[in-house]
């Protein structure tokens, strides 16, 4: 025995339901879990009950109950396009948040971002006026890299001050023996004595012009050459 409801709003054309139902599922498989079936826009649930015969001869029937759930499944569509556009709209939400949250502290890393490269080039006096110097009771990790970053702009500035001082005095020492050197050469060349200077092995090394000029000898003739070979020989 088969029996069809159908919606009393919006008639249904069971057959061929029936047909497509019978097509997808035997009815102990309706009876375990409904169909559902689409016809056009429409949606439609098919189930099956069983139904106990009293005369073991006769065989059971199934009471078939087709339902139109096109509004329920509209509904639970609806519902789940709500639900992704309330979660998109809390994600972006809690990015923004997020955003806000970080910006004034990003702010602060891409300042010290900009300042890093000019200590580098000497500009310490921009890192003082670019980083202010923490005022909190509290620092946070940031405000310890300002400090960090302070101190090292003066010990790298107070580094290039004692360079350069240093600098200037290995420069005015080497003025200093310059002009000794040139003194010790023109004392030399202008005494009226012999002056010259041997090496460990006896060989001239250096000799002033008056003795070049009383031997008739020229420089080259006689550096090098051993010193008793030519004064003593």
């Known amino acids: 025995m088969e029996r069809t409801l159908g919606n009393r709003n919006a008639p249904v054309r069971n057959p061929p339901l029936l047909r497509d139902a019978a097509r997808q599922a035997t ?3 309706l009876v375990n879990a409904p169909l559902i079936i689409q016809s056009g826009n429409s949606y439609y649930e098919v ?4 139904l106990d015969s009293n005369n073991s001869s006769q065989s059971a029937g199934y009471f078939l109950l087709v339902s139109d759930i096109t509004g329920q499944i509209h509904t ?12 998109l709209l809390g994600w972006l939400a809690a990015e923004i948040l997020l955003l806000v ?3 004034r502290p990003m702010a602060r890393l891409r300042r010290l971002a900009d300042v890093l490269p000019s200590l ?15 005022q909190k009771r509290l ?8 400090t960090t970053t302070l101190d090292l702009a003066l010990q790298l500035e107070s580094f290039e001050c004692e360079l350069r001082s240093r600098s200037e005095q290995l420069t005015l020492r080497v003025k200093e023996l310059a ?10 060349d202008t005494a009226r004595v012999f002056i010259l200077t041997q090496d460990a092995h006896g060989h001239i090394m250096m000799v002033n012009d008056y003795a070049l ?8 003739s006689l550096i090098g050459k051993s010193f008793d070979d030519i004064f003593i020989s």
């Open 179 to 188: 002009q000794e050197r040139d003194f010790v050469e023109s004392l030399l």
């Open 213 to 220: 000029s009383m031997l008739s000898l020229d420089e080259a």
């Open 101 to 103: 949250i970080l910006w």
């Open 47 to 50: 189930s099956a009950i069983r």
């Open 139 to 146: 620092l946070d990790e940031i405000d310890v890299l300002d």
């Open 27 to 29: 009815l102990p498989q």
């Open 120 to 134: 580098a080039k000497g500009g310490y006096s921009k890192a003082r006026v670019m980083v202010p110097l923490p």
């Open 76 to 87: 639970i569509t609806q519902d789940t396009r709500t639900s992704l556009v309330i979660s």
